[in-house]
């Protein structure tokens, strides 16, 4: 198989450098025709199940495939907004935000962001990156904590792209910053804003999206991630033990996946008294499916109907400033050493 080709090297050609913000990806619409292919592409992947694939591909496309994009499509209907799904919106206007922010501190940089699933995809916008004769560039992931589910499969298509060019940039990826100060204080800021506003919850949740319980037993760090940006988060805002929990969502199939499960959590604290409950979801950079249906629809109901009182969603970090900040710091520090600097930039190489 040939390499495909970039324009050949200019005598003179600059450093071009770049960030790709990978998020998960999105359906195009939400109707069970885009949901399908985006569906398709994701429990495809062998990094999200971890099943044979002569296995695994006769449940997916003659079971999973025929019944599950309809009720998705119905999910994502409910949160769909007039510019389209929330998790591309956020992920868009992070994007936009850190090449602002990047540029205001001296950065000469392009960000585009990149969707593993559904579109832009990474390898389409590694192509717009190649075309523009980019020379240098810096993953960062919407996923703090890591996981082999998750960061690792972003990283495969990257490298997947690689293996079919002849001139491949120079790439550094950022694999997790669950423990980023930047971070973990953009995440106390938002709660604190939320409570100067609403009062103090009788319980704080925060709510991870789950993965087998499996691949943590193979060596997945994402659990320890998990539990370690809670911690942390909850040292800064003074929290004792029992005034917050950690627990996990989005279960999917039927093996046994990190616990305790976010649903029958909120069940049991409404049936048992307590009367006021806040979520957040610090896994989550931007809003999505995941956040505005399964927690601030679903667990709302889930708790209200088992005796809770009042239920509290607090938005993901989305285009908080805090979070721009955090993120922008983070990338300053991964492209240290590149030639990002205007100045520097124009000197002859
Ligand atoms: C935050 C990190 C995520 C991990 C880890 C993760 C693992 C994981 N997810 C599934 C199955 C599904 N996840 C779905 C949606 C979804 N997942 C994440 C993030 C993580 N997933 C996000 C941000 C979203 C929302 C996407 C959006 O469009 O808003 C879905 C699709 C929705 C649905 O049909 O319910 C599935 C399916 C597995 C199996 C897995 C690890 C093994
Ligand atoms: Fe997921
Ligand atoms: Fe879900």
């Known amino acids: 198989m040939p390499f495909l080709s970039s324009a050949p090297a200019a005598a003179n050609d600059r450093e071009r450098i770049a960030v790709l913000w990978c998020n998960l990806g999105t359906p195009d619409e939400p109707t069970a025709a885009a949901v399908r292919p985006f569906l398709a592409e994701f429990l495809g992947d062998p990094r999200v199940v971890e099943i044979p694939k002569a296995l695994w591909a006769p449940i997916l496309h003659g079971i999973i495939l025929r019944t599950r994009p309809a009720k998705s499509a119905a999910k994502y209907a409910g949160i769909w907004t007039p510019e389209g799904s929330p998790l591309k919106v956020w992920t868009q206007k992070?994007?936009?935000l850190?090449?602002?922010w990047l540029g205001?501190?001296?950065?000469?940089?392009?960000?585009h962001e990149a969707m593993r699933y559904g579109q832009p995809s990474i390898p389409a916008q590694l192509d717009a990156l190649a075309a523009q004769g980019v020379?240098?560039?810096?993953?960062?992931?919407?996923?703090?904590?890591?996981?082999?589910?998750t960061t690792a499969s972003a990283i495969d298509a990257v490298n997947a792209w690689s293996a079919r060019r002849r001139r491949v940039p120079e790439f550094r990826f950022v694999n997790d910053y669950h423990d980023d100060p930047l971070y973990i204080e953009a995440l106390a800021r938002s709660v604190e804003a939320h409570w100067k506003h609403e009062g103090r919850p009788d319980?704080?949740?925060?709510?991870?999206?789950g993965i087998p319980e499996r691949n943590i037993r193979l060596g997945d760090p994402y659990q320890d991630q998990c539990l370690a940006s809670a911690s942390l988060l909850a040292a800064r805002l003074g929290l004792a033990q029992a005034q917050y929990q950690v627990t996990f969502q989005?279960?999917?199939?039927?093996?046994?996946?990190l616990e305790p499960?976010?649903?029958?959590?909120?069940?049991a604290l409404g049936a048992s008294g307590v009367a006021r409950v806040d979520v957040m979801c610090p896994g989550f950079p931007t809003d999505c499916l995941e956040t505005l249906e399964e927690i601030a629809m679903e667990g709302r109901d889930?708790?209200?109907q088992s005796g809770g009182k009042a239920f509290h969603y607090i938005p993901c970090l989305n285009d908080s400033p805090d979070w721009i900040d955090a993120l922008c710091a983070l990338a300053e520090r991964h492209l240290a050493g590149w030639p990002t600097r205007v100045a520097a930039q124009n000197l002859p190489r």
Do not use: D, M, N
Not at 203 to 209: C, M, V
Not at 250 to 257: H, I, N
């Open 203 to 209: 319980r704080l949740l925060l709510s991870y999206h």
């Open 250 to 257: 989005s279960r999917f199939g039927r093996a046994k996946w």
């Open 261 to 267: 499960y976010t649903e029958p959590t909120l069940r």
């Open 302 to 304: 889930a708790f209200l």
């Open 135 to 149: 020379t240098r560039i810096l993953v960062l992931q919407a996923y703090p904590q890591y996981s082999g589910t």
């Open 98 to 100: 850190l090449a602002g």
């Open 104 to 111: 205001e501190r001296g950065h000469r940089v392009t960000v």
């Open 94 to 96: 992070q994007a936009k």
